[in-house]
């Protein structure tokens, strides 16, 4: 009969220990995997495993900030590890809200592990990492490295939806929207319930001017996804104007002075010339935008502005953008201040110290 030593006894305790807390995270229960992950440390404190099924329930159950220091610390221990790199990586880029630091901070540990996976050969987690990259990219504007991320996703995995859906964000972002709409008919083809490739179908028709095939795509992806792509907010012209002359008399008065030569107008969508007048383009889904000479650079030497000052809102992307009448209201406020900021010699990083990104 074989003999087992105590510490092959204690290995495989750890190891059951392990499957029950991976039973309980397959599961959905993660507060048993939670409980089991911090019952297990408490026995092995360093056991890479346990660290990473703790971080990754406590970002299940809503305790952001404690996974963020759980994933902190699951690093230190296994700073090589691809499975808690991507875990960390992916809580930071997804999981976030609109932190941009902390999203710029998931992609330095994407390109970290992306090169470790590179070099373990590892073809799945260096598909994943590159996605997460063009994920991570996209939300930080910077789509065009997004696009080279997300091609080299696709060389990995040709086929993939979610590289495809996310390469189209991108295209669409840059205004390239014939090829948007490439990718994204692409990924209706191996994907058909994909929300939002249906949805930004819709956004690139209606800018196109067929109301018909918008109509059809917003509906199909808010028959999906009611949550996440519920109908918009609609204000009647009325009630929209009042809300921006509200937003207008809110102003610091400080500011007013500055607003008397301004022209506040009101249009549905971006113009192509609003959004490919600098490089990269602007969003086409911005919801206002500035157009002149911040009153900083004004010269007094200037006979005329080719541009003389204005600032426009686009009512269906705030409608789209909010979720109450109460919210879409409150943003015509917030996007006035954004666009005066812009008068006043603001850029976008200004803007989002005071959180008016």
Sequence with gaps: MMKRTAKQGE?????????RVADAFEATDFEAALAGAEALLKDVPSSPEALHYRAAALVEVGRLEDAGRAYG?????APEDLEILFGAAEFLVCRTGEDREAVEEGLEWCVRGRKLAQKADDVELVYEFLLLEGLGLNQLGECEAALKS????LEHMPRSPDAQLERGIALFELCRFPLAQESFERVLKDAPEEAWAHHYLGLIAERRGDAREAKKRFGRAQAIAPEELPPPVALE???????????MRALPAQVKQYMDNVTLAVEDLPSDEDLMGQQPPLSPCILGVFRGTPVGERSVMDVADPYPPSIVLYQRNLERFARTREELIEQIGITVMHEVGHLMGLDEDDLWERGLD
Excluded: I, N, Y
């Design 150 to 153: 997300l091609d080299a996703a």
């Design 237 to 247: 012209e009325e009630a929209f104007d009042r809300a921006v002359e509200d937003a």
């Design 73 to 77: 610390a699951a690093l230190k221990v």
């Design 11 to 19: 290995a495989q305790g750890v190891d059951a220990r392990l499957d």
